[in-house]
């Protein structure tokens, strides 16, 4: 089985794809309800991964946007780490998902965000800052949020990220950029998955209704990822 594709009458038959391509999922779970796990999920596996293997017990980790990309990493993150989680996002909604799915703080984007963290962290700033956002400001604000020699993650992108040299040098903050995932970081993923330890929250659509989809997702009506079905 290959998550996405309907193997019973969708376009299985017309796909061919090399044994690396092809990750085996258990079979308590069904392709579409783990289909956005090998993009989306991906990315923010990758991301969170990397952060969680730096984090020890008492450190903190901030993750921008708790959206398609963002409801995942939360998972993922608590599931590897054992850090506290705070959540970034201008969306209330979005927050109180992040809130039942594992964030231990949430707190809105509303301008004054940045200090509300420092104001958490002692003044610090976080060890740890994952941005599944990557405009608006988001890498400035992350970066701000980011505690000397602590490490700033951009997963999304949209705008560059500008800040002095002697800035850097100064704090010794790290810049680490995220694409996509590896095969290895998709094997693990499904296991977290067959284990309920990452569960999608998505709002499925026939393949048809691919303009109510897109609809919904411009209205901020989607919480987590919109899947279509063949």
């Excluded at 796990?37 to 903190?60: C, E, I, M, Q, V």
């Excluded at 976080?126 to 701000?144: N, P, R």
């Excluded at 026939?206 to 411009?218: P, Y």
Aim: with cysteine.
């Amino acid at each position: 089985q290959f998550p996405g594709i309907d193997t019973e009458g969708g376009y299985a038959d017309y796909l061919k794809t090399s044994a690396r391509s092809v990750v085996k999922i258990d079979d308590s779970l069904e392709p579409a309800d783990v289909a956005a796990l090998a993009d989306a999920g991906l990315t923010a596996y990758h991301a969170a991964a990397k952060a969680a293997r730096k984090l020890r017990p008492g450190d903190r980790c901030v993750m921008i946007g708790a959206g398609g990309l963002g409801h995942i990493g939360i998972q993922v993150l608590k599931a590897l780490s054992p850090a506290d989680l705070i959540v970034v996002d201008r969306n209330p909604a979005a927050l109180e998902l992040a809130k039942s799915i594992g964030a231990d703080i949430t707190v809105v984007a509303d301008g004054t965000e940045v200090q509300q963290i420092l104001d958490i962290t002692g003044g610090h700033g976080a060890e740890q800052v994952i941005d599944f956002v990557g405009e608006g400001g988001s890498t400035a604000k992350g970066l701000d949020m980011t505690r000397r020699a602590g490490d700033y993650h951009v997963v999304g992108y949209g705008e560059n990220v500008d800040i002095a040299t002697i800035d850097l040098i100064s704090t010794e903050r790290n810049i680490i950029g995220n694409l996509v995932g590896s095969y290895n970081d998709l094997v693990e993923l499904m296991a977290l998955a067959a284990r309920g330890k990452v569960t999608l929250h998505t709002a499925k659509y026939r393949l048809e209704q691919f303009q109510d989809a897109l609809d919904d997702l411009d209205a901020g009506k989607v919480r987590g990822r919109a899947i279509l079905i063949p």
